[in-house]
C-alpha cells in the first residue's frame, strides 16, 4: 500500500510559514473559515503579522504598516488569515494545538468550526465577530515591554473531531483594540501529537497502527 498524500502541507505549523489572509476592511462571505471557500484572491505572507513598536515584532514576518488608522487613514480593525495542513488520518490524532501569541484578541477555527476564543474577544462562543468589531480588552504580546506588561502565548485544544483525512484549514480572525493603538501581533503555530502509518513501510508490514490502517 502507498500511504495517502495531500497538496496541504503536513503539521506542524511553524512561525515564518505561509498564511493566506485579508485585511478586515469589508465583511467576508460567511464560509470565510470553511474548508470550501476559496482564498486564492487572498493575500499570502509569512507569519507572524504585525505593526508598531512592539517586543513581538521579532517573530513578524508580514508588517501591517496599514492597519493604524494614522499614517495611512482609514485602517482597518481586524485581518483574517487561513492555513491549509493535511492529516492523513483524524483518528489518529492523540492531541492538537493551536498556540497563539497576540495583542489584542483573537477568534480561532478549524473547517468552520470554531475551536476557541480569547477572553478579551468575550462574546459568544459560535458567533461571529464582525470585521469592525475592537477587542473589548487590551492584551499585550508575550515579549514583556519596557513597562513589564505581557501576557504569554495563548495554547487553545482542537478536538480531532472537527479534522478530515487530507485536506484541513485553521482560520483565525484577529482583532485590534482601536484604530489608534500602537500595535498589532498575531503569531500562530498548530501542532499536534499523531500515530499510525507514517512511511509506506510502515503500510506494508502487514501491522495496523493503532488498530487502524491509513494507507490506500
Known amino acids: 500500500g502507498q500511504c495517502q498524500t495531500s497538496t496541504a502541507p503536513p503539521l506542524p505549523i511553524a512561525i515564518g510559514d505561509t498564511w493566506k489572509y485579508s485585511k478586515g476592511t469589508v465583511e467576508p462571505p460567511a464560509a470565510w473559515a470553511g474548508l470550501a471557500f476559496d482564498d486564492t484572491s487572498w493575500l499570502s505572507g509569512p507569519s507572524g503579522f504585525g505593526y508598531g513598536p512592539d517586543p513581538c515584532m521579532s517573530q513578524v514576518g508580514t508588517t501591517l504598516a496599514d492597519m493604524p488608522s494614522s499614517p495611512t487613514p482609514p485602517g482597518y480593525m481586524s485581518i483574517y488569515a487561513r492555513r491549509k495542513f493535511n492529516i492523513v488520518n483524524p483518528a489518529a490524532v492523540t492531541s492538537m494545538t493551536a498556540v497563539i501569541d497576540y495583542d489584542d484578541s483573537v477568534v480561532v477555527y ?26 473589548p480588552t487590551g492584551h499585550e504580546c508575550s515579549a514583556c515591554d519596557t513597562s513589564g506588561s505581557c501576557n504569554p502565548a495563548q495554547s487553545f485544544t482542537i478536538s480531532p473531531s472537527v479534522l478530515v483525512a487530507g485536506t484541513n484549514v485553521i482560520a483565525i480572525h484577529a482583532h485590534n483594540q482601536s484604530l489608534t493603538s500602537s500595535d498589532f501581533i498575531l503569531i500562530p503555530t498548530v501542532s499536534a501529537t499523531i500515530g499510525g502509518c507514517t512511511t509506506n513501510g510502515q503500510c506494508d508490514d502487514g501491522n495496523l497502527c493503532n488498530g487502524l490502517e491509513t494507507c490506500v
Open 110 to 135: 478549524v473547517n468552520g468550526t470554531e475551536v476557541g476564543r480569547s477572553t478579551s474577544m468575550g462574546g459568544t462562543a459560535g458567533t461571529p465577530t464582525a470585521f469592525n468589531t475592537a477587542a
